[in-house]
């Protein structure tokens, strides 16, 4: 859920501008899951850029003070999470964890990176979110070591309504500082897509999974 329309108009913005999404609807992305995509969002670019980063930073840190006061420590999602979740946590005065998909197959064998006491409080740190599974199982595993997880706050989600069944099924509150509609709606309104490409996103949004060029 996004808090501030204006927040999520302008992270929109940003994004576009150094292009971390890119829409290509003509010649659509294949993701993982094998799904066909017109869109493309790479929040990892953002840490290139020095005042785009401080501006998400604080855009996090406030929204986590407002959400959730000031948590034990901030713990990002890894890989795409780790730097913005620093970021976030160092500008909190916080300690930062981190949790891997998986346990390492050798060393200590670690999921979870970093040191904490059961008991404690956590707000997990996202840069996207799309059908949801690999957040909630960064969620899993911090509940699993006995952190209790206030909420997660993410960059940008898809909306997807199989994430939003997943998050509501586990019991895990999630905001984000912008989601897919405020970035259609700035994409074309500062004419960054044309209005057959508005309408095919519009249409891929609607049926992500069945969707075909």
Known sequence: MVLDKDTALKTAELLLQINAIKLKPENPFTWAS??????????????????IRNYIREAMGRQIETLYGKPDMIVGVATGAIGIGMLVAERMGLPFLYVRPEAKKHGRQNQIEGQWQEGQTAVVVEDLISTGKSSLNAVDALVQSGIRVKGMIAIFTYGFEVARKAFEKKQVEVHTLSDYEHLIEQASETNYIREEQLKMLLEWRNNPSGWRP
């Not at 094998?34 to 005042?51: A, E, F, M, Q, T």
């Open 34 to 51: 094998g799904w066909k995509s017109p869109i493309y969002c790479d929040n990892r670019i953002i840490l290139s850029h020095p005042v």
